[in-house]
């Protein structure tokens, strides 16, 4: 009977049962393209007609790049060792390469100039960019122009010395007297700047550039996609803080400078660009004095900076506009002066806000700087249409020149973008 008792008990188990796997469709790749692909009838649909479409781009593209040719005098030559079939002429990028980054005129021996300059602009955006660097590395970003400036264009360095001590100037008059007013500072330090810079061009001879350590350049042999960089970086640079300065004074309770910065941010972006660098290559020099002879370059450079500064302008004020009035208020409970309170508490908020449309406005610029081609500056779009398929030995080829032009340009803009993704994530715009 005690045998009975003894069976008829439940058993209980001491130890749970090892998990079963997930069926295969729940994990791994087959999970992601079920709830990605093939989600529902229309997304397989689009999944299908879209692979197919790839496949017929990359059945044409792929053997064309495989089978391309890159040791070519010419493209007659190409086409000789292509013998009918399908492929690229790279010779054309073999040869002219450094034509194509450097320009046709800028002197051969002196490439590594402006390739140290590039290599230095890392170290000197390294402690903008990334906030976390020791704010000492600041000091080599605030030199850096002057550095760049003679490695690029040679001559003398006392044109970049003097420069340099013009900046410094304006910037010590600026912090003694902005305790004071903030206009005082800014028109100080202006006044000051531009005594050092008249006293030291007095001072420079003429035949400095003699016995100057590096060669000297002139803007007009500079080209290729060394010149959409060049005008990139200085472009963008100068326009965040002119935008910030116009978009600060269209918010201005005074009517002259509200009105001011409306009719120009208006009247810049009404006109293209196209038509503001006619006016750089053929009117600007005008507004100069007689005897002076301004660099194209440099007028260039001012009309860009005008036009992204007033579309910068605008996306900053869209910042301004987003913050709540409480932040306004409490700069003045604080006790804080209009400079205080911009640089501290209202401009870091509308900024981090306006992150992505400067970045956008950027990105827009720096493909803009092509436009230059039409006034006769031989960037890389420039050279290409221009020089190099003028020539008898490569005309008639594009896709290879115009595949590496947008190549250089995919490179640097998606490097902007993925930059300006990483800033948004580490400031959480979006959360704060």
């Given at each position: 009977m005690s045998d009975v008792h003894a069976h008829s008990v439940a058993f209980v188990r001491t130890e749970t049962l090892p998990e079963l796997p997930p069926p295969a469709a729940e994990t791994g790749v087959?999970?992601?393209?079920?709830?990605?692909?093939?989600?529902?009838v229309p997304n397989a649909i689009l999944t299908i007609v879209s692979i197919y479409v790839v496949y017929a781009i990359l059945s044409g593209?792929?053997?064309?790049i495989f089978n391309g040719?890159?040791?070519?005098?010419?493209?007659?030559?190409?086409?000789e060792i292509l013998n009918g079939t399908s492929g690229a002429c790279f010779?054309?990028?073999?040869?002219?390469?450094?034509?194509?980054?450097?320009?046709?005129?800028?002197?051969?021996?002196?490439?590594?100039?402006?390739?140290?300059?590039?290599?230095?602009?890392?170290?000197?955006?390294?402690?903008?960019?990334?906030?976390?660097?020791?704010r000492k590395l600041l000091l080599f970003t605030a030199i850096y122009p002057f550095i760049a400036y003679w490695l690029i264009w040679g001559g003398t360095i006392m044109v970049p010395l003097v420069?340099?001590?013009?900046?410094?100037?304006?910037?010590?008059?600026?912090?003694?007297?902005?305790?004071?007013?903030?206009?005082?500072?800014?028109?100080?330090?202006?006044?000051?700047?531009?005594?050092?810079?008249?006293?030291?061009?007095?001072?420079?001879?003429?035949d400095a550039s003699d016995t100057a350590m590096l060669t000297a350049v002139p803007s007009r042999d500079l080209g290729g996609f060394m010149l959409n960089l060049m005008l990139g970086v200085t472009c963008v640079s100068l326009s965040i803080p002119i935008g910030i300065v116009l978009a600060l004074g269209r918010q201005s309770s005074m009517p002259l400078i509200k009105w001011i910065c409306v009719v120009f941010i208006e009247f810049i972006r009404g006109v293209p660009l196209i038509t503001l660098l006619f006016v750089a290559s053929v009117m600007l020099a005008y507004f100069f004095p007689p005897e002076s002879t301004v660099d194209l370059f440099l007028r260039v450079v001012i009309m860009i900076t005008m036009f992204s500064a007033a579309y910068i302008a605008e996306v900053i004020r869209g910042g301004l506009a987003a913050l709540p009035k409480g932040q306004y208020e409490a700069a003045d409970s604080l006790g804080l002066d209009y400079a205080q309170a911009m640089r501290l508490i209202?401009?870091?908020?509308?900024?981090?806000?306006?992150?992505?449309?400067?970045?956008?406005?950027?990105?827009?610029?720096?493909?803009?700087?092509?436009?230059?081609?039409?006034?006769?500056?031989?960037?890389?779009?420039?050279?290409i249409r221009g020089p190099l398929l003028s020539s008898t030995e490569w005309n008639g080829v594009y896709w290879e020149l115009l595949g590496f032009a947008a190549l250089l340009f995919f490179v640097t803009c998606y490097g902007i973008s993925q930059y300006s993704q990483w800033l948004e994530r580490r400031l959480a715009t979006d959360h704060r």
């Open positions: 087959l999970k992601w393209i079920r709830e990605n692909l093939f989600a529902t593209v792929l053997p064309w040719v890159w040791d070519a005098s010419s493209l007659a030559e190409c086409r010779a054309v990028l073999a040869e002219r390469w450094p034509q194509l980054i450097f320009g046709l005129s800028y002197p051969a021996d002196s490439y590594w100039r402006p390739a140290l300059a590039f290599f230095l602009l890392f170290f000197a955006a390294a402690p903008v960019m990334f906030f976390d660097l020791p420069a340099l001590v013009g900046f410094v100037a304006g910037y010590l008059v600026y912090q003694r007297l902005v305790t004071n007013s903030f206009a005082a500072g800014f028109f100080g330090g202006v006044a000051a700047a531009f005594v050092v810079w008249y006293i030291g061009g007095l001072l420079i001879p003429d209202i401009l870091p908020q509308a900024l981090k806000i306006s992150i992505p449309g400067i970045v956008n406005i950027a990105v827009g610029l720096f493909k803009d700087t092509v436009l230059v081609s039409v006034i006769s500056m031989f960037d890389i779009l420039g050279f």
